[in-house]
Each structure stands twice: as structure tokens, then as C-alpha cells.
């Protein structure tokens, strides 16, 4: 698991780091819709790093043209294994830990502040028009009021409740109403409890992550602009100063705290408020953008991204000549491969499949490696090991061998998948 994390924080990072660099600029130079979505490119990007891509298949080979080798991690090794146990246990431990607690203190903070709104069904919303024509099309979506809270929120996962306060009537005018419920019901429409929720599942994953608690805060920001230009796309300009007029009186009406993970809560600061603001403003010149060219900037930069994620974490080997061995071919000398230490620390097991020619003298030469599970990892040692057996000399050159080396922790390890069909040759 630990060593999962580590091998995911390159990725991620780099994507991180992209996208809080180009998220703002985008923005302006496209629109926030566009910004928001460039946010996909994260869990996308872990996916397939990780994801197997199917190496080439050898339809061609035989059970008879290939040999296999158990190697197994030498004395010294396991001695550090043993040594570095505890410190694996402490990690994982400290891991978990940070897991835990955040998603217990996430969870509480929910329920004890929805225990605080007090809410109370609403039967009928008198003078919300946008809400009753929204309920025509969205009849799973509930509304409650609260005296505990100065703006609407959006509450709840499974069951989401729409939460307006008391005063809601004299606070905001018709207009501002309609427009602060359709902002509420865009979150609902558009599956963003479900989105956040994932958004919270990766930054209690990479919890000890600093760029990660500066992404779901910049993740949160761009979903509220996407909202806003959602509501206000076709809206005259003022109507747009009715509702910049209606985020300031959310923001000065609402108390410190307010804001709970599991619901949309408009955060009071004054910063994000203008920011808000200056977009709002910024939407005419955005509006007659190309919304093609907008959709073409973040293809080019999202499959650029990802393509390079993907051949980092799967880089394919294509070999498509056919193969044959002599039957006659042995080792008469062969050098143990070394079981890499730092797969032997996090008992990472695997074969490696290896394409070789003999010379007359029975050297080996052109060692390359055909397939690999996992990817890179035995691969080095492997090849350094074949390059110094020596077979029965022939007098004559023998092309296109394959052999595999099982790398395992031990005689209990599971049984090896076949990269190729292959016979089992026992030491």
C-alpha cells in the first residue's frame, strides 16, 4: 500500500501542478465551465498510470521454445527485510491513521452540523418560483428551512435537501432568490456531491500531500464558478449585479464555521467573493468565445497529459518476429540474478521474458527484455544475469531464444502467469 502511494505521488504531483498553474488563465481566456472540467484530468490520470496495457501477443511460440528459472532473494536480503519490517508496519500505521481521522472528523462535522440547522419541512415554497419549476423536473430534491443559517445550502448525499433560511423572503429580493436557488439546484443537476465526495476520498487517500489540500480548496472554487457562469449565461446585466449584490449579503450574513464538507455552503471569504465577482463581470467577453476552440484547448492538453502519464507508468515492447530454438540449446553456466532489494522490501513478485541470440562459442549476445509483470522492475537485474551464461557451444549462431526468469519471495508464492506458454524447468 505504501509503496502504491509512493509510486502514484509523481503523477499526481506533476498533474497538480499543471492544473493549478493553468487553471486561472483558462478561465479567463476561456470560461469557467472549461476550468472545472480540466479537474477530471486527476483520478484520470492515477487510472492510467496504473492501468496494464496489453502487451503484444506471441501467438506463434510453443510450449517447447521457451525455458523458465526461479530466482528467489538472497540471504542478505531477506536479513534487511526482516529489519525493515517494523518500519513499513509504522508507516502504514501512520497512513492509516491520518485516513482515519479525517474521514471520522469529516463525517462528525457533517452530522453535528446538520443536527445544528434544526431543519423543518417545507410543505409549501411560497414566493419561490424557481424552486417550484426546478421540483416539476427534479422530484427526488427535497426543501427544508433552518433559522440557523442566512443562505441556502445544499445538504445530504444519498437523500439531498435543499436548505433555505427562515428569513429567506426579507433578506433577498424575487429575483436574487431565483438566482441563489438556481445556483443550488445547478450543484444538484450536475452530480457535484458525488464529484466532491471523490474529491475527498483522494485527499484522505494523499492526506499528507500539502498540493492536495490546495487542489480540493482550488477544485471547490472552480465548481462555484461553473456554477455562477451556469445561472448567468443568459442573463442581462442586471440581474448579474442582483446576484453579485446576493453574494455579498451571503457572505456578510454568514457565520464563521458555516461551512460543512457535505453540503454547499458559500464561504464568506471576502477574497473568493470578489474573485466571484470579477468573473461575473468578465462573462461578456467570455460569451462570444468559440466554444469549439474551447473544447480543443482542453483536449489537447488533457491527451497530451495523460498520454505522457500513460507511457510512463506502461511503456510497450512491440516484437512481432518469430521465433525458434534449437532443442539442443542448454546453459552450461549460469549466473543467479540478483532479486532487486527494494522489491524484495515491498515483496514484490514477477517474471521477466527475455529474447537472446548465442554465438558459436555459446556466449549470449542482443539480450532484450520481450514482456515484463510488472514493468521495470526485474528488468535490469535480469538481463545483467543472462548476459553472462554461457551455453554449449554449437558452432554456429543461434537467434531469437526466449527464456523466463520467476522472480519470487519464496517456495510458498503464488504460481506464475505465463507471459508466454512455457514448460516449467526445475533447478
Known amino acids: 500500500m505504501i509503496n502504491t502511494l509512493i509510486n502514484a505521488l509523481l503523477p499526481l504531483t506533476l498533474m497538480l501542478c499543471f492544473i493549478l498553474a493553468i487553471r486561472q488563465p483558462l478561465r479567463i481566456k476561456t470560461d469557467a465551465n472549461t476550468a472545472y472540467r480540466l479537474w477530471l484530468l486527476i483520478p484520470l490520470c492515477l487510472v492510467l498510470y496504473f492501468l496494464p496495457l496489453p502487451w503484444q501477443y506471441f501467438g506463434e511460440l510453443t510450449s517447447s521454445q521457451i525455458t523458465t528459472y526461479l530466482v528467489e532473494p538472497s540471504s542478505v536480503i531477506k536479513q534487511h527485510l526482516a529489519t525493515e519490517s517494523s518500519v513499513q508496519l509504522w508507516l502504514i500505521t501512520l497512513w492509516l491513521a491520518g485516513f482515519t481521522a479525517l474521514s471520522v472528523y469529516w463525517l462528525s462535522s457533517h452530522f453535528s452540523y446538520k443536527k445544528k440547522l434544526k431543519l423543518t419541512q417545507v410543505i409549501q415554497a411560497k414566493n419561490i418560483s424557481q424552486f417550484n419549476k426546478a421540483k416539476q423536473q427534479i422530484q427526488s430534491l427535497e426543501l427544508a428551512q433552518s433559522s440557523h443559517l442566512h443562505s441556502p445550502i445544499l445538504i445530504g448525499l444519498f437523500k439531498q435537501t435543499l436548505v433555505i433560511p427562515e428569513d429567506f423572503n426579507e433578506l433577498y429580493s424575487d429575483e436574487q432568490q431565483q438566482l441563489i436557488i438556481a445556483h443550488e439546484v445547478c450543484h444538484y443537476s450536475h452530480y457535484h456531491m458525488w ?3 471523490l474529491a475527498l476520498v483522494l485527499l484522505a487517500v494523499f492526506w499528507f500531500h500539502p498540493l492536495a489540500w490546495r487542489a480540493y480548496a482550488a477544485f ?4 462555484e464558478h461553473s456554477c455562477d457562469q451556469f445561472v ?3 442573463k442581462q446585466i442586471l440581474s448579474r449585479i442582483q446576484y453579485c449584490k446576493a453574494l455579498v449579503l451571503a457572505a456578510e450574513t454568514s457565520p464563521p464555521n458555516a461551512f460543512t464538507l457535505m453540503s454547499f455552503k458559500h464561504n464568506g471569504d471576502q477574497n473568493f467573493m470578489l474573485n466571484r465577482i470579477e468573473q461575473i463581470k468578465s462573462m461578456n467577453t467570455n460569451k462570444s ?5 474551447k473544447l480543443a484547448i482542453v483536449a489537447i492538453i488533457a491527451s497530451s497529459l ?5 507511457y510512463a507508468g506502461n511503456q510497450l515492447k512491440h516484437e512481432e518476429k518469430s521465433m525458434e530454438k534449437q532443442s539442443d540449446v542448454y546453459p552450461t553456466h549460469r549466473i543467479e540474478p540478483k532479486y532487486p532489494i527494494e522489491a524484495a522490501k515491498a515483496g ?3 517474471s521477466v521474458l527475455l529474447k537472446f541470440d548465442i554465438i558459436a562459442d555459446g556466449s549470449v549476445t542482443n539480450v532484450n527484455v520481450v514482456n515484463a509483470k510488472p514493468a521495470y522492475v526485474f528488468d535490469k537485474t535480469a538481463t545483467i544475469a543472462l548476459k553472462q551464461w554461457r551455453y554449449k557451444a554449437t558452432g554456429q549462431v543461434t537467434e ?5 526468469l520467476d522472480f519470487a519471495m519464496g517456495p510458498s508464492s503464488a504460481k506464475f502467469e505465463s507471459l508466454v506458454e512455457r514448460i516449467q524447468v526445475n533447478q
Open 195 to 197: 464529484t466532491n465526495q
Open 306 to 310: 495523460l498520454a505522457g502519464i500513460s
Open 348 to 350: 514484490i513478485e514477477g
Open 400 to 404: 531469437d531464444l526466449l527464456v523466463q
Open 232 to 234: 448567468l449565461a443568459r
Open 220 to 223: 471547490r472554487q472552480d465548481q
Open 289 to 293: 468565445r468559440n466554444k469549439g476552440s
